[in-house]
């Protein structure tokens, strides 16, 4: 069964830094699928933050998200990553991974059909 394992959260001060790593374990199963990152905050919806299309050829983001995150996959090692930056304390949540059945990048959740566990980003004032 496929899986998607996010790792690199923490506690970061704000203004800080953090990459967030996401490993596909089924060697190329996601290759052809659109790849996204979404959070959920405690006491809050999940929400959709950025998404890359199979190739990486297009890429879609929260406004949130827009020159603070960039998205990037690397399918030669079944990887998809989230680089934060100048992160503020409401950036704070847990962000799982996902992986859609459409090949071009979207921020509808109901198209996502596989996910992470999460990992837990922290930041503070």
């Known amino acids: 069964q496929a899986q998607l394992v996010e790792s690199g959260g923490g506690l970061v001060q704000a203004g800080g830094s953090l990459r967030l790593s996401c490993a596909l374990s089924?060697?190329?199963?996601?290759?052809?699928?659109?790849l996204g990152w979404f959070r959920r905050a405690p006491g809050k919806e999940r929400e959709f933050v950025a998404s890359i299309a199979w190739r990486g050829q297009s890429t879609v983001y929260a406004d949130s998200a827009k020159g603070r995150f960039t998205i990037s996959r690397d399918n030669a090692k079944n990887m998809l990553y989230l680089q934060m930056q100048s992160l503020r304390p409401d950036d704070t949540a847990a962000y799982f991974c996902a992986a859609s059945r459409s090949s071009s990048a979207t921020s509808d959740s109901s198209m996502y059909n596989y996910w992470g566990q999460g990992t837990q980003v922290t930041v503070s004032t």
């Open positions: 089924r060697r190329n199963i996601f290759s052809n699928n659109a």
